[in-house]
C-alpha cells in the first residue's frame, strides 16, 4: 500500500468483516514529538488469543476466501521502517484495538494520503456502523461521530447526493483547516 490511509481502510474494513457496528478511528500527527500515530478500535467478534499472537504472519488470516493475509504484516513493516511500530490487542466478544506509530519526518514514511476521501468512502458505504473520526494535528483537531449525524438526519441517507457533497465538503474543510496555523 503506498498511503497509510489505505492501511486504515484495511483495518476498518477488517473491523466491519468482524461485525463491528461501532469503529473508533483516532488519528495524530504531533510535530513537536515526531510521531504520527493511528488508533483504531473496534466492537467487532474480537480474535482468539492464538490469532493475536500469529496476526503480524503473512500466512495467517481469518478469510477463507484466501489463506495470505498482508495487510496487517505490511503496515507492522511500514511503521518500522520508520523507527515505529504497531501494537494489537483483542478479546473474543468485545473487539479489536490496533494502534501504528511512525517517525513523522522519517524519510521512509509513507504519505498520510487522502483522508477526507477514505473517510466519505468508507461513510457512505457502511451508514449501519457508527464512525468516530478524530484527526488531531499539533494543537488543531476536529472530531466527527456518524452517530450525531443520523440524529440529525434521521433516515435520509448519508449517499443521498446533497448530503454526500456536504460531507465530502466537511471533510475537505477540516482536513485543510488542520495543517493551517
Known sequence: MKELSLHILDIMQNSIVAGADRISLTLVEDSHADLLSFRIEDNGKGMPKEMVQSVMNPFVTGRTTRRVGLGIPLLKAAAELTGGGISLSSREGEGTVIE????????????????????????????????????????????????????????????????????????????????QK
Open 100 to 179: 501504528a506509530r511512525f517517525g513523522l519526518s522519517h524519510i521512509d514514511r509513507q504519505p498520510l494520503g487522502d483522508m477526507a476521501g477514505t473517510m466519505l468512502g468508507i461513510l457512505t458505504s457502511y451508514e449501519d456502523i457508527v464512525f468516530i473520526y478524530t484527526h488531531r494535528v499539533d494543537e488543531q483537531e476536529y472530531t466527527l461521530n456518524t452517530q450525531e449525524m443520523r440524529d440529525i438526519l434521521g433516515d435520509v441517507s448519508f449517499s443521498q447526493p446533497e448530503v454526500m457533497l456536504w460531507l465530502s465538503e466537511y471533510l475537505n474543510e477540516n482536513e485543510t483547516a488542520l495543517y
